[in-house]
């Protein structure tokens, strides 16, 4: 038995987990705070268990032992809810991007009614930056996710498909994705699964915010090659940058959770990514592509140069309105990053 979290944020929420036992199993807590549902099960069934929990108005975090008891045997798994002080906080300003100095982050803006957060995930006992997303509370999709990519920072383990709640939003404003999209749509990844394989980075990739409704072809095929080209792009890269994003604008179609919420289906996705190779003389070191490609882009081509899908960063710029990369000036100068945003990846051997 494992929560797809074990520390949330203070506000009311719920987490999903499913649970599979060779004998007649019982969840209790000792707190009064959890709600556990359905708290029994038979031998052999697969069950979706529903964690819930109130909004945490003290002053005080506060825990709960979650108790598995199957067979004479028990497991116990601790819950731990934030006060409100010690809560991550959603970026509302234009400023957050610059403030975080990070060098994957597109520009926020003041007042556009999206939202910005960040997890985070351990490696080798440090904890640092797992991803970033733009979150759109109307059409129930990050706008963009972003994330440095690096076979460290991708670690080693295998897909958990541990589908869940995100801990950082209330269930009501994000998609449940315990399973798929009503209307025939697939539950498309932005950072990937396989870009995170340490077993708690894994995890949050499967949160419903970083889902977006995918045709299946186009999820399973075209869309599936481009994220393996971009992981074979981190693995001779210091560090890749990638942001991965979807338009939403003009979108005329929506997919259904389970519970009957409404996610916008995207017209498009895209790709920005920034290589950083030390040794490399040029730009500083850094160099840029673009890949921006319809929803009813012919599924079984593959993205590959001169590819139509293929573009400088700042061809994407202008296409998607969004302002890539925006620390980068600041790290090599505006001159250098002008160059950066402006070179034609086609013409770069080294993508290809």
Not at 36 to 65: H, M, Q
Not at 113 to 130: K, V
Not at 137 to 144: H, I, K, S, T
Not at 318 to 344: D, M, R, S, W
């Amino acid at each position: 038995m494992m929560l797809s979290k074990t520390t949330v944020t203070s506000g009311k929420g719920a987490q999903f987990l499913q649970l599979w036992a060779p004998a007649n199993w019982t969840l209790t807590s000792d707190a009064g705070w959890v709600t556990i549902s359905p708290a029994s099960g038979k031998a052999g069934e697969y069950n979706d268990i529903v964690v819930s929990y109130p909004a945490n108005e003290g002053e005080e975090a506060r825990t709960a032992d979650i108790l598995l008891s199957c067979d004479g045997r028990k497991v116990v798994v601790t819950l731990r809810q934030n006060c409100i002080s010690e809560d991550p906080q959603a970026e509302e300003t234009g400023a957050s991007s610059t403030k975080r100095r990070w060098m994957e982050l597109p520009e926020t803006i003041d007042g556009d009614g999206l939202h910005f957060y960040t997890h985070d995930m351990t490696l080798q006992g440090r904890t640092m930056r797992n991803y970033s997303f733009y979150w759109d509370g109307n059409r129930l999709v990050a706008r963009w996710v972003a994330y440095p990519l690096n076979n460290a920072l991708r670690g080693s383990g295998s897909r958990t498909d541990a589908w869940a709640l995100d801990p950082l939003l209330p269930a009501n404003r994000q998609p449940i994705v315990t399973s798929t999209f009503r209307g025939g749509w697939t539950r498309g990844h932005q950072i990937p699964s396989a870009d995170r394989l340490n077993t708690n980075a894994n995890m949050a990739t499967f949160y419903g915010t970083n889902m977006t409704p995918q045709d299946y072809n186009f999820n399973g095929e075209i869309w599936a090659r481009l994220e393996g080209t971009v992981r074979s792009w981190a693995s001779k890269s210091d560090t890749l940058y990638v942001v991965t994003g979807c338009v939403v604008d003009g979108s005329t179609q929506t997919a259904t959770d389970v519970a009957g919420k409404r996610i916008t289906v995207p017209t498009a996705y895209y790709k920005a990514v920034l290589s950083l190779n030390k040794s490399a003389s040029a730009h500083s070191g850094y160099m840029g592509c673009a890949v921006y490609l319809l929803h009813t882009h012919n599924p079984n081509e593959t993205v590959a140069r001169n590819h139509s899908s293929v573009m400088s960063i700042r061809e994407l710029e202008q296409k998607t309105g969004v302002n890539f990369f925006v620390n980068l000036p600041g790290a090599v100068g505006a001159e250098v990053a002008e160059a950066i945003e402006t070179e034609n990846p086609n013409a770069v051997s080294w993508w290809w």
